[in-house]
């Protein structure tokens, strides 16, 4: 009888973890879409000064970091462990220039570092445009107040 109620609630407590990072799940997706719709073709490298302004896993295999604040690059590795976990990431360089195939996606002391096999320019204003259409506030007019001493 014991056993029966403690499976229970693992189990309820199992499905109820599923349900509430389904959400989670469809941002990131979302978010992932947003990235590549705004990424522009294929380039062999990028120049980088050994500054990262910003940066946001989106997924394993695909990374967004933001060298200035108007200027994004979306790396594809070829999937790097604890990268949506990890805290900080670098970026390695050669002659401030960051290449497919040579240069890496640093995530930490113990991590295996992930070569860097796709770079795409992310037009900034387009996915800021994008996200503001998305985010629509729904407007509805107040019902009328009761008249005072009616």
């Known amino acids: ?5 403690v499976i229970g609630c693992l189990t ?10 389904w959400p989670s799940a469809e941002r990131e997706a979302q978010r992932r879409a947003d990235y590549e ?19 946001e896993p989106l997924g394993k295999d695909l990374l ?9 690059w979306l790396l594809t590795t070829g999937g790097c462990i604890n990268l ?24 930490g002391r113990r991590d295996f570092p992930c070569t860097i096999t796709g ?11 994008s996200q503001a259409e998305r985010r629509t506030i729904e407007e509805k007019p107040r019902e009328a107040a009761p008249a ?3």
């Open 1 to 5: 009888m014991v056993l029966q109620r």
């Open 12 to 21: 309820l407590a199992a499905a109820l973890a599923g349900c509430a990072s």
């Open 37 to 55: 719709a705004a990424a522009g073709p294929s380039q062999r490298s990028f120049r980088f000064f050994g500054n990262l302004w910003s940066w």
């Open 64 to 72: 967004v970091v933001y060298t200035r604040p108007n200027e994004a």
């Open 84 to 107: 949506e976990y990890t805290n900080a990431i670098g970026l390695t360089s050669n002659l401030h220039e960051v290449s497919v195939g040579f240069d890496k996606v640093l995530t």
């Open 119 to 129: 770079i795409r320019p992310v037009n900034v204003k387009q996915l800021k445009a």
């Open 148 to 150: 005072a001493g009616g």
